[in-house]
């Protein structure tokens, strides 16, 4: 994930149905699981701290003195705990926070926000995700540069360095585990050497993990500059090139969603898009309104969501009394679009909010939250019966 430029905030119509789970367009505009995943039964979101990192601690990597945690980012979850990423001030290339300290810091936690461990890991860690096989949990450090992860297995820590020197010429970001592989996606391409957007750097990596040589090999998964299909209705299944600069968070769609079920999707933050691939060779485009960070669709209709505020040093839960299974949540980020102001937020680009993304237009819809003040950053589902509610869907956000 990246975070923003400058926080300065207190704190056609008749497209073919496609292997990749797109439904035609026709199909689209009438299907009961896209007006599902639109709409909602009166639905009342609220937003509750239960992790704030002014109360926890850890030892500052140059001074040794105990401080406070600050700026969450990553959010996962395994095996009835959740697991985020505290950067503590760290540079996007691992350069040391004001008073000295490199280490991030993971904590594990309980649904209510009990901790349970934590381990600080040199660098500023950005992905952060558990295999959904194994409970190994794997974090990228750096994402613009000198970048590699790291493996949390059995509450050991073991640090992986990467095979060569990236291709992309950048660092790494978030990873998602799909039909085998682990897919790691290639942040801030062109950081040295030539910039982006460029055809010759890989957009994503599948990466293989030696425990015995403790390296990571990368192999390019497909291009920044692959073709793909679009995905929007105004212009679905018309080819087109990508010309991607800001790889950055992904997600596996879950088979609840209206569309692009089970594929692995990338967003190219700056850039306003995502990418869904059913396999590598076969992409598919949806241009967004907003730049987004994570992308969250609840795991059952009384599911909880949670959500790191990266400037309040906070996570957090929103809570509702539905959350219907196929609606994607996302963090909404104006001030990481490629277009915004150096000093931001400004007019135009208000800070991080909470949105629902339409996945067949693109267009982001602001989801109105009572309780604390929450700018998202990093979103995870967690919990909640995935049976069905009593009641279909009425319209209302």
């Known amino acids: 994930m990246r975070t923003s430029k400058t926080q300065v ?11 990749a ?13 896209h007006a599902a995943a639109l709409q909602q039964d009166g639905p009342s979101y609220s937003v509750k701290t239960i992790l704030n990192g002014a109360n926890l601690r850890h030892a500052n990597s140059r001074t040794g003195k105990r401080e406070a945690l600050t700026k969450p980012d990553d959010i996962t979850q395994y095996g009835g705990n959740l697991y985020t990423a505290f950067q503590n001030g760290v540079g996007p290339q691992g350069q040391p926070a004001p008073d000295g300290n490199r280490d991030s810091t993971i904590v594990e936690f309980t649904p209510g926000g009990s901790v349970v461990a934590q381990w600080d890991v040199t660098g500023k860690v950005d992905g952060l995700t558990a295999n959904p096989d194994t409970g190994d949990v794997i974090a990228t450090v750096n994402e613009d540069l000198h970048s590699s992860l790291y493996d949390i297995t059995g509450g050991t820590v073991v640090h992986y360095r990467y095979n060569e020197a990236l291709p992309h010429h950048g660092g790494t970001d978030a990873i998602s585990f ?5 897919l790691i996606s290639a942040s801030a391409p062109g950081t040295t050497g030539a910039s982006a957007p460029n055809a010759a750097y890989p957009a994503v990596y599948s990466v293989t993990l030696n425990s015995a040589t403790h390296v990571a090999t990368v192999e390019p998964y497909y291009g920044d500059g692959a073709s793909a299909h679009q995905a929007n209705l105004d212009h ?12 950055d968070s992904s997600e596996i769609v879950p088979s609840a969603a209206p569309r692009f079920r089970g594929d692995f999707m990338l967003n190219s933050q700056g850039d306003l898009e995502l990418i869904f691939s059913s396999v590598h060779s076969s992409l598919w485009v949806l241009k967004i309104q907003q730049s987004i960070d994570d992308t969250a669709w609840p795991t059952g209709w009384n599911s909880t969501l949670y959500a790191t505020d990266n400037a309040a040093d906070t996570v957090n839960t929103v809570d509702s009394k539905l959350f219907w299974p196929g609606r994607a949540f996302v963090a909404v980020t104006p001030c ?3 277009t915004a102001p150096a000093t931001c937020p400004g007019p ?6 909470l949105g629902v993304l339409d996945m067949f237009t693109g267009k982001i819809v602001p989801v109105d939250l009572h309780g604390h003040a929450l700018h998202p950053q990093g979103l995870v589902f967690f919990g909640g019966n995935s049976g069905s509610p009593t009641s279909a869907p009425t319209p209302g956000i």
């Open 236 to 247: 679905v299944g018309e080819r087109t090139t990508l010309a991607l600069t800001d790889p």
């Open 348 to 353: 135009g680009y208000p800070a991080n909010y």
């Open 21 to 33: 789970g797109l439904l035609t367009a026709t199909t689209a505009l009438t299907s009961p699981a």
């Open 178 to 182: 799909f039909r085998g592989h682990m």
């Open 9 to 19: 905030m207190a704190a056609a119509a008749a497209a073919a149905v496609t292997a």
């Open 336 to 338: 990481n679009a490629n």
